[in-house]
Nanobody, 118 residues
Framework: QVQLVESGGGLVQAGGSLRLSCAAS????????MGWYRQGPGKQRELVAQNTGTGRTIYADSVKGLFTISRDNAKNTVYLKMNSLKPEDTASYYC????????????WGQGTQVTVSS
């Protein structure tokens, strides 16, 4: 079973930066998607960024130009570099990775808290 372990969350002042990491225990092919969702207080979970595994990245409009997703397939790890953080970026951030080939299963991390103070 694939397990995802996140790290890098914390408390930062507005305008600061953080880098989140998510390491998968295995079973993630380079052609599968990995990425990040977030859920803020009283909000629905939303996609933040995704690396599709086919050379494409997808970002939420609110983070375009500010956040960068990257991936190290050799380490089965996906990163999210977050710059110019705003209080509205405060949320629990969850990484995901799609495992399998013909039958895709989405795996989830436990979540890491990001708090941006004004």
């Amino acid at each position: 079973q694939v397990q995802l372990v996140e790290s890098g969350g914390g408390l930062v002042q507005a305008g600061g930066s953080l880098r989140l990491s998510c390491a998968a225990s295995g079973g993630i092919f380079s052609g599968n998607a990995m990425g990040w969702y977030r859920q803020g207080p009283g909000k629905q979970r939303e996609l933040v960024a995704q690396n599709t595994g086919t050379g494409r990245t997808i970002y939420a409009d609110s983070v375009k130009g500010l956040f960068t997703i990257s991936r190290d397939n050799a380490k089965n790890t996906v990163y999210l570099k977050m710059n110019s953080l705003k209080p509205e970026d405060t949320a629990s951030y969850y990484c995901f990775a799609d495992s399998g080939v013909s039958l895709i299963r989405r795996e989830w991390g436990q979540g890491t808290q990001v708090t941006v103070s004004s």
